[in-house]
């Protein structure tokens, strides 16, 4: 399955981010990409082929820690990438608690390095 044949699905209340990674990811990494300002919108809407789900942790509407469990309901086999620039080990623990997959800080280091990542958790 090539990369074109995969579906990344970002959740941010920050629409600046969600922009800079949604040309990221259909330019550099050929993804399809679909993207959400609203955690409650994206856990309505989920498409049912998501395979991999950027979750950021604080959003106004609902935070990423109680989203996750509803994306998983909708979709128990995507993948999920945590987004905090508020980590603590405690966020963490409770992330994987509940089956995120794994977590990164914002701001990024690279964007390439958010692509291998991401790349990484699809290949697995």
């Known amino acids: 399955m090539s990369n074109k044949d995969k579906l990344i699905v970002i959740i941010d209340d920050e629409n600046d981010i969600l922009t800079m990674l949604e040309k990221y990811f259909t330019r550099e990494g050929n993804y399809r990409v679909k993207t959400f300002n609203n955690p409650l919108t994206a856990i309505s ?38 987004m905090t620039a508020y980590s603590t080990l405690d966020k963490v623990l ?24 991401i790349e990484d958790m699809l290949k697995a």
């Open 45 to 82: 809407s989920l498409p049912q082929d998501t395979d991999l789900v950027l979750l950021d942790i604080m959003m106004p509407q609902m935070n990423g820690l109680d989203a996750l469990p509803k994306l998983l309901e909708k979709n128990p086999d995507v993948k999920v990438l945590m």
């Open 94 to 117: 409770n992330a994987h608690r509940k089956g995120a997959t794994n977590y990164i800080m914002k701001p990024f280091s690279s964007l390439s390095a958010l692509g291998k990542k």
